[in-house]
């Protein structure tokens, strides 16, 4: 078989979601942020949802979502996603309205944001991506720092007598009334990223049906500030952060 | 002939939002302007117009809420007083940043810190220069009675959208509690959506395949693309500067002494002339009702003709400032204010004037 007939439309076994555009990412190779946008395309595509979809990106190494989904974006201030999505969904209500914010944005300077959404039963979809760190800075210490990491403002580790425990805000959010939907998933693997798009297909579904927030945390690496390469990042957060944060389902009020 | 009706400025606020076909309003309660979210809350306009009243969890959550409601290319609003101001100032230069419209009413009260729950004008410089970071101006319009109140919605988001920049409706708390005599123009429908795909093309409306993606963001990284939006900011504010500054005059023909003040320091501004020409002295007065634009070139004209000038503010010397510079030397400028919400009456600017002026 010669290159043109593997090229026939037939043979395709795989190809790029069309809604993800072809800007070079400026993330790090073994960030899992590529692989969530991809996911977050497909999901967007297969619902065929692209001109309903508002999505809101966060202030951290995401701040350039816009730049890769092929849909309309607003571009929140640090923290306030969740303030925006609010708003966009109350005076949109016929749209799909999702914010993409990492651990900093969303556990750190817009805990009262995102709480609060949770709390009102806000429709709208959270993807929470938690690396434990500040990668857009250059590695600072995140609230889900693990206790003993190292990163630049913990320099010997993180110790809880001088910085205090990591936040499962997760767990806490599962709390509210408001929250429909609650689960933590991750991408390291094919079967894990499979999951966590089933996730998030679930998470725009039940926003759709006015029956509160649907929240996806995504266990995630950041190698560059974990100064690991991309395999040891991925063995490092099965062994370490699943302890901490362990994937699976966590709220479903429809089961 | 129109329906008149008694209302207080806050609630004025309210009912102009409704019946001029706003979208949303986001807020959070603080003294004294309550009455804004309170009105909206009892009158349940998403029964009848569609409108989105919510109450926010903060003025940052408020703020924000506009900040996503603009970028819907939805007419949303917030209100606040001078301390909850503070905490938008962020929102406030992202939604600069990100040339969204929408409108900001500020029922001042005095500070610093927490201040006093009483009325005051100490945040002029607030509105009027920044308060948040980077270059950028909201466009200011100062109310000084209830029926103001009610015309500044409406003119206020029709300035916004002319110029998708955040507009300030700079009162304060006397305006916003006292009770008047307010005219309610006929009802203005809410924009559909049609008419907002026409109107505000680079709103996130949901990308359809006709168009490009529309990103609403006040992100450039590049020193060189940055460099070139604050020049085309400028040019937007120099294009405000020109087409909309609005005063008001009271005696300027012949005066040979001018006060200037905004809000309700002019409405006392024009006893106190009142009292000066029963005395045979030539006072006259300019209100301007845009703080920015600033009515310089008409003060600056008005230095020209007058001995002097008294800018009389309800702080320790913000607006005069910008008289200062408009009078460029032309006439001795002087200025009175009170602080902590404590009000002058017109004869306390009689007094203060004659000394200023060795008049007595």
């Not at chain 2, 409108?51 to 290319?73: F, P």
């Not at chain 2, 015309?151 to 110029?163: I, M, N, R, S, T």
């Not at chain 2, 510079?325 to 009456?345: D, H, S, W």
């Amino acid at each position: 078989m010669d290159t043109i007939d593997i090229m026939k439309p037939e043979n395709i076994v795989y190809r790029k979601p069309a809604l993800l555009t072809d800007n070079i990412m400026h993330y790090c190779p073994g960030c899992s942020h590529g692989t969530v946008h991809k996911l977050v395309a497909e999901v967007i595509e297969e619902m065929g949802i692209q001109d309903k979809t508002i999505g809101i990106s966060p202030v951290g190494c995401s701040v350039f979502a816009y730049n890769y989904i092929d849909i309309d974006w607003q571009e929140a201030a640090h923290g306030r996603a969740p303030a925006l999505a609010t708003a966009t969904k109350r005076l949109c209500p016929d749209k799909y309205v999702f914010t993409y914010q990492g651990d900093g944005d969303l556990a750190s300077i817009g805990t009262a944001e995102i709480i609060h959404a949770c709390s009102r039963g806000e429709n709208i979809v959270v993807i929470f991506i938690n690396n434990g760190i500040y990668g857009m800075t250059g590695g600072q210490m995140a609230p889900t720092t693990l206790l003993g990491m190292k990163t630049s403002t913990t320099p010997y580790g993180r110790d809880a007598k001088l910085n205090g425990f990591p936040l499962k805000i997760t767990e806490m959010l599962a709390a509210l009334d408001g929250t429909a939907y609650i689960t933590r998933q991750s991408v390291h693997t094919a079967a894990a990223a499979r999951k966590a798009k089933n996730a998030i297909r679930k998470g725009f579904e039940y926003s759709a049906k006015n029956i509160g927030l649907s929240f996806i945390e995504i266990v995630s690496t950041c190698n560059s500030g974990w100064k690991l390469s991309p395999v040891e990042a991925n063995k490092w957060m099965v062994e370490h952060m699943f302890e901490k944060y362990p994937v699976g389902d966590i709220k479903d009020v429809l089961k | 002939m129109a329906e008149k009706i008694l209302l207080k400025g806050n609630e004025a606020i309210a009912l102009s939002a409704i019946r001029n076909g706003v979208d949303g309003y986001f807020g959070y309660p603080i003294t004294p302007q309550s009455e804004v979210m309170e009105t909206l809350m009892k009158e349940k306009p998403w029964e009848t117009t569609g409108m989105v009243v919510l109450q926010a969890e903060s003025e940052l959550s408020s703020i924000n809420m506009v900040y996503g409601g603009a970028s819907c290319g939805k007419k949303v609003m917030t209100s606040s007083s001078s301390p909850g101001i503070s905490l938008m100032c962020e929102g406030i230069s992202y939604i600069a940043g990100a040339e969204l419209p929408c409108v900001i009413v500020d029922v001042m009260r005095g500070g610093p810190g927490l201040g006093t729950i009483q009325p005051s004008q100490s945040d002029y410089s607030q509105a009027v220069k920044g308060g948040g970071h980077g270059d950028y101006h909201c466009i200011v319009i100062a109310p000084a009675s209830a029926q103001d109140m009610y015309d500044f919605v409406d003119w206020g988001f029709e300035l916004a959208f002319k110029y998708r920049n955040p507009v300030i409706v700079l009162a304060d708390g006397i305006i916003g509690q006292l009770m008047e005599k307010v005219e309610l123009h006929p009802v203005k429908p809410r924009r559909t959506a049609e008419e907002i795909l026409r109107d505000a093309p680079w709103a996130t409306t949901g990308k359809t395949s006709g168009r490009e993606r529309n990103v609403i963001t006040s992100l450039s990284l590049d020193a060189n693309t940055q460099e070139n939006f604050n020049r085309k900011l400028l040019d937007k504010y120099n294009a405000i500067r020109e087409n909309e500054v609005k005063y008001s005059e009271y005696h300027t023909d012949d005066a040979e002494y001018l006060f200037v003040a905004f809000g309700c320091s002019s409405r006392i501004c024009e006893a106190a002339t009142d009292i000066l020409r029963e005395e045979g002295i030539k006072a006259g007065l300019i209100r301007p009702i845009t703080l920015f634009p600033f009515p310089e070139k008409e003060i600056s004209r008005l230095a020209g003709q007058v001995r002097s000038i008294m800018s009389i503010e309800l702080n320790l010397g913000q607006m005069v400032e910008d008289v200062r510079l408009a009078a460029n030397g032309q006439c001795p400028v002087g200025f009175y204010g009170r602080q902590g919400g404590n009000i002058y009456t017109p004869e306390e600017i009689v007094e203060e004037f004659k000394k200023f002026n060795k008049l007595s």
